[in-house]
């Protein structure tokens, strides 16, 4: 993907992946289906579909915030153990 930055215009240029052009005697459906054969084995609806509900991975600040939100949990569940006010959980 190339990004042309432009007098404060953004414009994305998307890469062409699959492109068929239509013959001389062939009709519409004989092009669809072989525009659906072209993307089919170009892969690209695979990798879409792959990609798809990846997530990315947290960022440092994120990570440490969990785990400052966590810590706090556990000591506050501690003093409510010791306080008679929460029943300690049996370990497995």
Do not use: D
């Not at 699959?18 to 669809?32: G, M, R």
């Not at 600040?61 to 810590?71: C, D, E, G, N, Q």
């Amino acid at each position: 993907m190339r990004v042309l930055i432009s007098r404060a215009i953004l414009t994305i240029i998307m890469p062409i992946n699959v492109e068929v052009a239509k013959n001389a005697n062939e009709n519409n459906t004989a092009v669809l289906r072989r525009f659906t054969r072209k993307v089919q084995a170009s892969g690209v609806l695979s990798r879409m579909r792959s990609e798809r509900y990846q997530s990315r991975p947290f960022s440092k600040f994120t990570r440490k915030k969990r785990a400052l939100k966590s810590i706090n949990r556990r000591a506050e569940i501690q003093k409510l153990i010791k306080l008679g006010k929460m029943t300690e959980r049996k370990k497995r």
